[in-house]
């Protein structure tokens, strides 16, 4: 079966511009789950989905939001773009809601110039 | 706040030779345990997972971890490394959110 799917897999904006990201989840997984990989932060947990309400959050700002439709697909927004918003974003899907485990998509790498 | 340590952020191994990455975990209550694989520009695979089934649980390639309760640790193994297994690994918790280590980049010596 077909795994996470991200779009786009690049992207390039300039600061004060807003983003959007994708993420389809696997057939039937009704959780899904966003993460910021930077080189100096590592991983960090921005948000969790299930069945489209938001379950967690992280410690990020307003700035970054999300949601989660009907089909359990997902988008990231992140408004007003920072320099420092340049990082891959990841995103995971789950069958269970325990999340025993993450399947990953192989991310959007989003570059802020 | 339950963590997971990653202790070693760099190891590198000789080809053939034993691969050990080793984790440790904060938590009274043991958590569900995950090693995870990065290649670069993709995304993390699966390698392994502990539920509280079994203490040593194989995983893909190879590999395998051990969970000690005594020493809430659950280190990561592999016999024999080969030059495909060079990559960034990170170990993970879960009990109602992930929590992931900082990744141990293995290097892998022909």
């Known amino acids: 079966k077909a795994g996470v799917t991200q779009t786009p897999r690049y992207l390039i904006k300039t600061r004060g511009q807003q983003v959007t990201l994708s993420c389809s989840p696997i057939?039937?997984?009704?959780?899904v789950s966003w993460y910021q990989q930077t080189p100096g932060q590592g991983l960090q947990f921005l948000f969790e989905y299930f069945s489209e309400t938001q379950r967690n959050k992280g410690n990020f700002p307003g700035r970054f939001s999300g949601r989660q439709f009907s089909n359990s697909r997902s988008e990231m927004n992140v408004s007003t773009l920072e320099l420092g918003d340049s990082a891959l974003y990841l995103c995971?899907?789950?069958?269970?809601?325990?999340?025993?485990?993450?399947?990953f998509g192989s991310g959007t790498r989003l570059t802020v110039v | 706040a339950q963590s997971v340590t990653q202790l070693g952020s760099h190891v590198s191994v000789s080809e053939g030779a034993l691969v050990l990455l080793r984790c440790n975990y904060s938590?009274?209550?043991?958590?569900?345990l995950f090693w995870y694989v990065q290649y670069p520009n993709q995304g993390l695979q699966l390698l392994l997972k502990?539920?509280?089934?079994?203490?040593l649980v194989k995983g893909i390639n190879g590999f395998e971890a051990e969970f000690k309760k005594s020493e809430t640790s659950f280190h990561l193994t592999k016999p024999s490394a080969h030059m495909s297994d060079a990559a960034e690994y990170f170990c993970?918790?879960?009990?109602?959110?992930?929590?992931f280590g900082t990744g141990t980049s293995l290097t892998v010596i022909p």
């Open positions: 993970a918790s879960n009990r109602n959110q992930f929590y």
């Open positions: 938590s009274s209550v043991p958590p569900y």
């Open positions: 502990y539920t509280s089934a079994a203490t």
């Open positions: 057939s039937g997984h009704r959780s």
């Open positions: 995971a899907s789950s069958s269970d809601r325990n999340n025993y485990g993450y399947t």
